[in-house]
């Protein structure tokens, strides 16, 4: 058995088989919670054969609904330690990374931990020049720690249920608001499985009509906050990278404007 670490691993999944290896990178042994949002059957099994491991103690939550937000607040609510790890069922754990999330987050209420973007095909090599730029100063998925203590410092809730896809970013605009510091993982943290373009422009789309809804409830700007101004530092790494970014946002503006306000 691994040496015992105070801190809680969340994973949110529904129909993605990758969590088994997501669960297979574990080094630590901590709690681990797997919440099933509208889980399917394969991914219940997958998990399942985990709950005897030795190597972390397995506990899993499950609602009918499809909803991240709701699945992150569900995770962080139940987990049994303040320090609190997001990664997402698509990645890997860097070895190391969970017992630099569980230091820094004796300081920080919010700790970024650096994604690399798997490159081994053409379309992700394109798309890991947009998504590794991040936003500095912010903690985003998929690895991120949040102390509970957070919460009563940014409203009294850690996501908002009806925000979903953008739930981190709302999360870091209360905590900026809040003047609270974000901590960083200078390292590598997490590896992200290659994304195709389908994929990331669904993320897009997604990111825009998580946007309308925040600023619908006045807790984000009233406008799509597209990342016009990283075209150009994107296009000098990589031309593709930067005609495929010009996509990617306008992709992200049209899934502002066809979302119904709430």
């Given at each position: 058995?691994?040496?015992?670490?105070e801190?809680?691993?969340?994973?949110?999944?529904?129909?993605?088989?990758?969590?088994?290896?997501?669960?297979?990178?574990?080094d630590?042994?901590?709690e681990?919670?797997?919440?099933?949002?509208?889980?399917?059957e394969?991914?219940?099994?997958?998990?399942?054969?985990?709950?005897?491991?030795?190597?972390?103690?397995?506990?899993?939550?499950?609602?009918?609904?499809?909803?991240?937000?709701?699945?992150?607040?569900?995770?962080?609510?139940?987990?049994?330690?303040?320090?609190?790890?997001?990664?997402?069922?698509?990645?890997?754990?860097?070895?190391?990374?969970?017992?630099?999330?569980?230091?820094?987050?004796?300081?920080?209420?919010?700790?970024?931990?650096?994604?690399?973007?798997?490159?081994?095909?053409?379309?992700?090599?394109?798309?890991?020049?947009?998504?590794?730029?991040?936003i500095?100063?912010?903690?985003?998925?998929?690895?991120?720690?949040?102390?509970?203590?957070?919460?009563?410092?940014?409203?009294?809730?850690?996501?908002?249920?009806?925000?979903?896809?953008?739930?981190?970013?709302?999360?870091?605009?209360?905590?900026t608001?809040?003047?609270?510091?974000?901590?960083?993982?200078?390292?590598?943290?997490?590896?992200?499985?290659?994304?195709?373009?389908?994929?990331?422009?669904?993320s897009?789309?997604?990111?825009?009509?998580?946007?309308?809804i925040?600023?619908?409830?006045?807790?984000?700007?009233?406008?799509?906050?597209?990342n016009?101004?990283?075209?150009?530092?994107?296009?000098?790494?990589?031309?593709?990278?930067?005609?495929?970014?010009?996509?990617?946002?306008?992709?992200?503006?049209?899934?502002?404007?066809?979302?119904?306000?709430?």
């Amino acid at each position: 058995m691994l040496n015992k670490l105070e801190l809680t691993l969340v994973i949110c999944v529904a129909d993605d088989v990758r969590i088994k290896t997501m669960l297979q990178s574990i080094d630590e042994y901590c709690e681990v919670i797997v919440v099933l949002n509208g889980a399917t059957e394969d991914v219940k099994n997958i998990v399942n054969e985990f709950k005897k491991s030795n190597n972390f103690y397995l506990r899993t939550l499950e609602i009918p609904e499809r909803n991240l937000s709701k699945s992150r607040n569900i995770g962080i609510e139940y987990a049994n330690y303040d320090k609190v790890v997001f990664y997402d069922s698509d990645c890997i754990i860097v070895p190391g990374s969970l017992k630099k999330f569980h230091n820094l987050l004796s300081e920080y209420m919010l700790v970024d931990g650096k994604v690399f973007f798997k490159k081994d095909t053409f379309q992700s090599k394109i798309i890991s020049y947009t998504r590794e730029m991040g936003i500095p100063g912010y903690a985003l998925c998929p690895a991120i720690g949040v102390n509970k203590k957070i919460k009563h410092l940014v409203g009294n809730y850690y996501f908002d249920n009806d925000i979903q896809w953008i739930e981190d970013s709302e999360l870091n605009i209360r905590a900026t608001k809040a003047k609270i510091k974000v901590g960083e993982v200078t390292s590598i943290t997490c590896v992200h499985d290659n994304l195709t373009f389908k994929q990331d422009l669904k993320s897009a789309y997604r990111y825009g009509y998580g946007v309308r809804i925040a600023a619908s409830k006045n807790l984000h700007k009233h406008r799509p906050t597209a990342n016009w101004n990283l075209i150009l530092p994107i296009m000098r790494k990589n031309l593709l990278s930067g005609v495929y970014y010009v996509i990617w946002n306008i992709i992200y503006c049209i899934g502002y404007f066809t979302c119904k306000p709430i």
